[in-house]
């Protein structure tokens, strides 16, 4: 390298470098999240987001890595691994990037950059319906703004990079002012900070200060989706797919825990970063796995799922898994726990994405069920508003099917959409009556606070309950009862015909019962019907029509 221009295997290690930095920061990145439930985290989506970058980065052949290659994977890899709002964006942003960076050849000079980062501004604010200031958004827009104005011929890539950082992280520290809630939560976005954090890492790796390409191929791979479901039942040695979070009272031996886990399963991954770890294995012992980790610390995020069932149920993404019969309309859905997802069967869904909350599908796995559908039309339904992006970008990227995607934003929405489902029908006819009915129901979900803050009159504390009436807190309590009270006053049920609730997998269905009953005596003149979700992260979904 000099001063003013790179070669591919440059620029791929600076991308890499962007990789290995963000995973090694997406922990500090995660905890600036202003809500406090347990869910998909910026830090982690944009990490799994950049990770696939680095999975189609390696694809390359050694004799081709040049500028124009690295950024053609760079930005489909994106594209192909976007999870989560965060990770939609910023792959958007490496898009634009990488629209100049195609252009060059194996050789980009610093005004490539000024330019590039110009061109991911302009792709990120096409592909926000509704751009929101002080998030990511505007980061981007200052900092490039900053860098053009600023930049002079003489100016090296390095000059470059720190000048965009510098405003960066200027404009970072004004988020606050600019969103009130990230003013009240004490934070700046989250989003922002891991786009610097990504572009801190490129510049480590053209300077060589840091390295941290070293492990940017190992990283990549146990960063990855595991295959969990994508074999044959009969060929699943380890049954359950274990994962946790331990915040720790104590450090973890890594290296001793690894070697404790491959004694009782396989694919097994330890990381950790701080007093946070996180744990993945597959095997037949899931309890001896808690009762180990809980040694360490406080257990989180902890979810067991049943490898064979989930392939059985669902299908295996393997050479044997035959073709599914060819039809005109076929619609997918995303959700989490199998008394969810059969209800979502049930109701004609043709494919479930095993996902949601803590687990947002990327744009790839949105094409490869599109695939697996095998039909003309497929309507998508990602029942979280923080999986919306990624399957309106795979709407756009299929070349299997005519894409339509109905945006709902919780699972009674989704189920609502689903009773006016027409397997017959024409896509844009069935998806306008589908959003329609949506519309009829209301959506709660009761979950735990996963750090203190506080938001609007509320001053929440880690661990209690939270119950969230259309993706606004409006309850916290330390009573399960007395706050799903609090919910159905804030939801003023007193008109309603009907209230469903779906109970989660860490509730017994004696409680749930019990719950049932006490409803039942308040409202009289409201139905309320009971169904086991199974469903992790949230104690109950509520349904009001």
Do not use: W
Request: hydrophobic letters at 40%; glycine letters at 8%; charged letters at 20%.
């Amino acid at each position: 390298m000099n001063d003013m221009h790179i070669d591919g295997k440059l620029f791929m290690n600076m991308v890499l470098a962007g990789v290995n930095k963000l995973n090694a920061d997406k922990a500090s990145i995660d905890s600036l999240n202003v809500f406090p439930v347990p869910d998909g985290d910026t830090g982690t989506n944009m990490s799994l987001t950049l990770n696939s970058v680095a999975r189609f980065l390696g694809q390359i052949p050694e004799n081709e890595v040049t500028v124009a290659k690295v950024a053609e994977q760079m930005a489909y890899g994106a594209l192909m691994g976007a999870r989560g709002n965060s990770g939609v964006i910023l792959s958007q942003i490496l898009g634009g990037i990488a629209k100049v960076f195609i252009t060059k050849g194996n050789s980009a000079d610093a005004k490539s950059f000024v330019e590039g980062f110009a061109g991911g501004v302009e792709s990120a604010y096409k592909a926000v319906v509704k751009p929101q200031e002080g998030t990511i958004l505007t980061v981007c827009r200052e900092a490039s703004e900053h860098l053009t104005a600023v930049y002079q011929e003489q100016f090296t890539i390095e000059d470059c990079l720190q000048a965009y950082l510098a405003e960066g992280y200027r404009s970072l520290e004004r988020t606050p002012e600019i969103l009130p809630v990230l003013k009240q939560a004490g934070v700046v976005d989250a989003g922002a900070k891991g786009l610097l954090t990504v572009v801190e890492g490129m510049l480590a790796g053209l300077t060589g200060q840091t390295d941290f390409t070293a492990e940017s191929k190992q990283e990549a791979v146990v960063e990855n989706d595991y295959p969990e479901y994508h074999i044959h039942p009969d060929q699943i040695t380890f049954q359950y797919c274990t994962e946790l979070i331990v915040r720790g009272k104590q450090q973890v031996d890594v290296e001793a825990a690894r070697a404790y886990l491959a004694g009782l399963g396989d694919c097994t991954l330890v990381v950790s970063t701080g007093d946070i770890t996180k744990i993945h294995v597959h095997t037949n012992h899931p309890g001896q796995v808690l009762e180990y980790f809980g040694a360490f610390g406080d257990l989180n995020d902890i979810k067991i799922e049943n490898m064979k069932a989930q392939s059985e149920r669902f299908g295996v993404a393997s050479e044997e898994e035959p073709v599914a019969e060819h039809k005109h309309l076929a619609v997918i859905a995303v959700s989490a726990g199998e008394g969810i997802q059969e209800i979502f069967t049930s109701l004609g869904v043709d494919y479930v994405i095993t996902g949601g909350q803590t687990m947002n599908p990327s744009t790839e796995d949105f094409i490869k069920a599109i695939e697996k559908v095998n039909a003309d039309q497929v309507i998508l339904l990602p029942n979280n508003k923080n999986i919306i992006m990624a399957a309106d970008q795979a709407a756009k990227m299929s070349k299997q099917a005519q894409v339509q995607v109905v945006a709902s934003r919780t699972i009674p929405q989704g189920i609502a959409a689903l009773m006016a489902y027409d397997s017959e029908g024409e896509i844009e006819e069935t998806a306008e009556a589908m959003a329609e009915s949506m519309q009829y129901v209301r959506s709660a979900e009761v979950t735990y606070a996963v750090r203190d803050t506080s938001i609007d009159e509320f001053s929440i504390h880690e661990g209690q309950l939270l119950g969230i009436v259309e993706g606004k807190i409006k309850a916290v309590g330390d009573d399960m009862q007395q706050l799903i009270d609090d919910v159905l006053v804030a939801m003023e049920i007193d008109d309603a015909e009907l209230v469903t609730l779906y109970y989660g997998a860490d509730v017994t269905e004696q409680a749930a019962n019990d719950l049932l009953e006490h409803l039942e005596s308040i409202y009289g003149d409201t139905e309320f019907e009971l169904y086991y979700g199974a469903q992790a992260v949230y104690s109950y979904l509520i349904s009001v029509e």
